[in-house]
């Protein structure tokens, strides 16, 4: 997924940004899958793949992937 680039910190910055947003120089929206570069048809698939997935699964199967992902998560590596 595109991002759009963070909001300057700075209050003259931004306020410059706001400006630009306005009178139409920036946009400020998220690029469409075609402006990305990505089948619109496959971009749709893919929000709904995760829910899709997780729907499939059984209660334990969901609760074995999450302690595999919690114990790589903390593991510490041990590099001297």
């Known amino acids: 997924m595109v991002s759009l680039p963070k909001r300057p910190r700075d209050t003259n910055q931004l306020g410059k940004l706001m400006v630009d947003i306005l009178t139409g120089q920036v946009e400020d929206r998220e690029p469409t899958p075609e402006e990305r570069g990505v089948d619109p048809a496959a971009s749709a698939m ?28 903390w593991k510490t590596s041990r590099q001297g």
Not at 64 to 72: C, G, L, T, V
């Open 46 to 73: 893919g929000k709904k793949g995760g829910p899709a997935r997780a729907a499939s699964m059984t209660p334990e199967r969901r609760s074995e992937i999450a302690k595999a992902a919690a114990a790589k998560r």
